[in-house]
């Protein structure tokens, strides 16, 4: 059965620095494109970043240069460091795996909320 | 950037009846788009990819079509549990991947 499993949000000041995980089971990240997906409270969905298999990545114009996504074959588990945040990075994390490599997302995890507040 | 318009922000139905969402690309992105359901508290779960293909394990009840910049979820025979956001994505052009802004569908 394919679980994520996100941990790693919380209360951070602005300026501050956090790192998600997202702890994978049922497949190997490694052979998946997998991104980052946010929704600020009450919003929609907003695509932060994708890495592909061959480790290429891509992010949002709205973190591009702050958040740095990666993975570690080793523990099957993808990561988000999210340095310099702001207050509008305000926003429940998913990960999500996409399918057949494309990027439509067949699996999502829980969530993890992230806070920038003073 | 692609951007996605969905219509109409938030639809009302009755049970049993049908619903039929929009969403509009702001430039062709052939058939490579797909569309998610959010209840409250939860993940987004894949329902249409392709314009038109099911995802594993989503009732007959939900159908997508169109193609290059106009599409449309249907649900047909309305249920309680349908009651959600629905959004729209498109994976044509990317980065970056683009979402619509969501329609509320509520059951009356």
Redesign the interface.
Known sequence: EVQLVESGGGLIQPGGSLRLSCAASGFTVSSNYMSWVRQAPGKGLEWVSVIYTTGTTYYADSVKGRFTISRDNSKNTLYLQMNSLRAEDTAVYYCAKAYDFWPKFDYWGQGTLVTVSS | EIVMTQSPATLSVSPGERATLSCRASQSVSS?L?W?Q?KPGQ????LI?GASTR??GIPARFSGSGSGTDFTLTISSLQSEDSAVY?C?Q?NN?????????TRLEIK
Not at chain 2, 94 to 102: M, N, S
């Open positions: 490579n797909a998610y959010q993940a987004p779960r894949l990819y995802a594993t959004y994505q994976y990317w980065p970056p991947i683009t979402f619509g802004q969501g």
